[in-house]
């Protein structure tokens, strides 16, 4: 938003929500969400956001590692509505991904029951509405998966566990956390679910210990702050060991001319004193620093993974890629107006979702190579694109960030490890500073401006996965593409069968599902 001076005013806000870690051995978990329009006061201003269950940000949820979640949803909107859920892998499962390239909005109205496993994870993530610019006004929630008894995490149980939703909104925000004792240790996951900016996260007086980043386990290296960039999710461990005051929680914009600030209060139970002066100021537009903090966040490889194996049991240095695909950004016009594109194609939505229209055959809604796997260099032009991909194959991206923004991108259904990030022009020479031993696996990414991110990934997961810019804005005007991992076989092993209660529309209207 822009005041009337043509300034940018967005600002920060962010909502803290008390949980207790469950442990349950039963396999199902139902909820049933109802998703109207409310007024929200999400600054202090009264403003038409998006509950579910009356509630802003929405339920989180709380699971166990492979329990089986059966999400009804009832869309009481005037418009069609589509969750998707970000970080989690759907295995064998992009039907219930949750984006318009696999699944039909449901309509105003209606309802449709999401059938999702968390198959093999743990860790934070989040759910938010994936239909045009729905996301900007709420319909968003928490999502934390704990590992079950025989899979002990790498840190005692805290004595909190505290889930931190950050997003871009429209004015200042001052929030009372909690009250803390002394001595304790408390966990806090933090995602940043806005649309356009990187945030710096700290708390003041405290250090922050990081053990987990979107499902994996962390060697656990202290940080003063923490940036966390589009898309993403960190877990810290704070221990309440300073004097008995009150502490200011600061957010503050990233990379942007203007710094954006907001606080929140951390309250000692035996504190009778208030927070006082300005809060304590934060990195801004520094580069290096930032990607020196993004190299030292690494794979605890002594950490059991949800199966239950030792994360470092998986040695993915030790396996040379099949194939390089090169995926450059740029910010394009198109018939006089601005759009974003990969590798020089601005994608637009087909008037059938992909993944239907690939069950079906039907014709003519996409073609697989409708993308190139490199940058091209041409001119930018609109398309439906797919790119075609090999079931069990093991490829490298090269995300290629040639603008002066920082760039954030996502992979649906998939954890990757991020191998490498550098400035400058990417090479096969780039690879020889390559960390191919313990380096993060997460879903989503950062692109330093003028720079390039390296990543590899083991394609074990058949579907229709969308690859899009973690930036709403751009995702919105063309950054994305489908990868079509495809398996001939057309088994159950590798892929669920199209579920008995697929809503079915554009071409696919009218068309009989097989039954489970």
């Known amino acids: 938003m822009r005041d009337n001076n043509g300034v940018l005013c967005s600002l920060f806000f962010f909502f803290f929500f008390i949980v207790s870690c469950v442990y349950a051995e039963d396999p199902y978990r139902f909820f049933t969400w109802k998703v109207t329009y409310g007024d929200i006061y999400p600054l202090g201003v009264k403003q038409q956001g998006i509950l579910i269950n009356g509630q802003f940000p929405g339920p989180k949820i709380d699971t166990v590692t492979n329990d089986n979640l059966i999400i009804s949803v009832y869309n009481y909107l005037r418009e069609p509505f589509l969750i998707s859920w970000n970080g989690l892998q759907q295995r064998r499962n992009s039907w219930q991904d949750g984006v318009y390239g696999t699944n039909c909005p449901i309509p105003p109205g209606k309802n449709f029951t999401y059938n999702l496993q968390v198959k093999d994870q743990i860790g934070s993530f989040f759910y ?49 956390l909690s009250i803390f004792p002394q001595r304790y240790t408390y966990r806090f996951r933090i995602s940043n679910v806005g649309l356009t900016t990187s945030i710096n996260f700290r708390i003041h007086g405290h250090t922050m210990k990081l053990v987990e980043v979107e499902g994996s386990h962390t060697l656990q290296s202290t940080y003063s702050s923490l940036d966390i960039h589009l898309g993403q999710s960190y877990s810290v461990l704070v221990t309440a060991n300073q004097r008995s005051f009150d502490y200011y929680i600061v957010v503050s914009s990233r990379f942007t001319s203007k710094v954006l600030t907001s606080t929140a209060i951390l309250h000692y139970t035996n504190s009778y004193e208030r927070v006082y002066g300005l809060p304590p100021g934060g990195p801004t537009t520094q580069i290096d620093s930032s990607l020196q903090q993004a190299r030292s ?36 016009i198109i018939n006089g107006k601005q759009r974003y594109a990969v590798n020089s194609v601005s994608f637009t939505p087909a008037d059938t979702p992909l993944k239907l229209a690939d069950y079906f055959n039907i014709p003519n809604v996409f073609y697989v190579g409708s993308i190139a796997d490199h940058p091209t260099g041409g001119g930018a032009y609109l398309q439906t694109s797919v790119m075609h991909a090999d079931f ?34 990417w090479s096969s020479s780039s690879r020889l500073h390559y960390n191919l031993r313990d380096t993060i696996a997460r879903s989503t990414v950062q692109v330093y401006p003028k720079s390039w991110t390296a990543i590899y990934m083991a394609l074990d997961n058949v579907g229709m ?52």
């Open 128 to 176: 938010y509405p994936s239909l045009g610019f729905q996301k900007a006004a709420g319909g968003f929630g928490g999502i934390s998966i704990y590992s079950r008894a025989k899979i002990p995490v790498p840190f005692p149980p805290p004595a909190g566990d505290h889930t931190v939703l950050v997003g871009d909104w429209f004015k200042r925000s001052h929030r009372f």
């Open 297 to 332: 966040i690494r794979w605890n490889l002594t950490a059991s993974g949800p199966r239950p194996n030792p994360q470092g049991s998986y040695h993915y240095g030790m396996i040379k890629p099949d194939r390089t695909i090169r995926l450059a950004n740029s910010a394009p």
């Open 392 to 425: 069990r194959s093991f490829i490298e991206i090269v995300f290629e960030n040639w603008e002066d923004s920082v760039q954030s991108w996502h992979i649906d259904g998939y954890s990757f490890f991020v191998v490498g990030m550098d400035g400058g022009q």
């Open 465 to 516: 996965w969308n690859i899009r810019s973690a930036n709403w804005a751009r995702q919105y005007l063309g950054q994305q593409f489908y990868l079509r991992v495809y398996s001939p076989a057309h088994s159950w092993r590798d892929e669920y069968p199209i579920p008995r209660n697929a809503l079915l529309c554009g071409r696919a209207a009218g068309r009989h599902t097989r039954p489970l």
